[in-house]
């Protein structure tokens, strides 16, 4: 098992240019997240997916979208990237059995927006 | 809504002595709650968790917590600090329908030889 993997591992962007990452899990995990990490403030759920075609806004939506086609795929996308954004993005899964619960993340992806 | 405050943004201890990294969480739900480390550079790792079985949490390298109700506490501790235990620890708390983890702001462990 690969885990949860995420493509790329780091990228520039100029301001306006827009972009996709990819996290992909083959665990088959039903829950899939996408979050942000800045200096000194842990990580921030962005958009988050209960299944396959479901997506949900969490804590820092604003300026991604997210889409949840296949249920090992879940992709972020930045329409218009802004310095704000410059960030190191984790993807992660999981599963949920009624009692207990782990989220496993991907290495992460390094955003870097001049 | 729930919330998690990591009481000391860095720890320093000598090599072989105890750590403690304090952790309190808020939660409307009865919550699970997590330990995860990042080393530098790297991915988050999951050190322990704990789901409302046993309230003493035995996880990887050594590390355990305490899960107290009464304090809405959930403390990381381990008796004897090694250098590569150096690295930034996350008290995490998760809940809700859509199990959404809330993470603290972090502590960063410096282990000094």
């Known amino acids: 098992n690969a885990g949860v993997t995420q493509t790329p591992k780091f990228r520039v962007l100029k301001t306006g240019q827009s972009m996709t990452l990819l996290c992909a899990q083959d665990?088959?995990?039903?829950?899939m997240y996408w979050y942000r990490q800045d200096p000194g403030m842990g990580l921030r759920l962005i958009h988050y997916?209960?299944?396959?075609?479901?997506?949900a806004k969490g804590e820092v939506p604003d300026g991604y979208n997210v889409s949840r086609l296949k249920k090992q795929n879940f992709l972020l996308g930045l329409e218009s990237a802004a310095p704000s954004q410059t960030s190191v993005y984790f993807c992660?899964?999981?599963?949920?059995?009624?009692?207990?619960?782990?989220?496993?993340f991907g290495p992460g992806t390094r955003l870097t927006v001049l | 809504a729930q919330s998690v405050t990591q009481l000391d943004s860095h720890v320093s201890v000598s090599e072989g002595t105890p750590v403690l990294l304090r952790c309190n969480y808020s939660?409307?739900?009865?919550?699970?709650l997590f330990w995860y480390v990042q080393h530098p550079n790297k991915g988050l790792q999951l050190l322990l968790k704990?789901?409302?079985?046993?309230?003493l949490v035995k996880g990887i390298n050594g590390f355990e917590a305490e899960f107290k109700k009464s304090e809405t506490s959930f403390h990381l501790t381990k008796p004897s600090a090694h250098m590569s235990d150096a690295a930034e620890y996350f008290c995490?708390?998760?809940?809700?329908?859509?199990?959404?983890?809330?993470f603290g702001s972090g502590t960063q462990l410096t282990v000094l030889p």
């Open positions: 995490v708390v998760s809940s809700g329908s859509a199990r959404q983890l809330t």
């Open positions: 997916s209960v299944g396959e075609g479901t997506t």
């Open positions: 939660s409307s739900y009865s919550p699970s």
């Open positions: 704990y789901t409302s079985a046993a309230t």
């Open positions: 665990m088959n995990h039903e829950y």
């Open positions: 992660a899964s999981s599963y949920w059995t009624g009692r207990t619960d782990t989220q496993y």
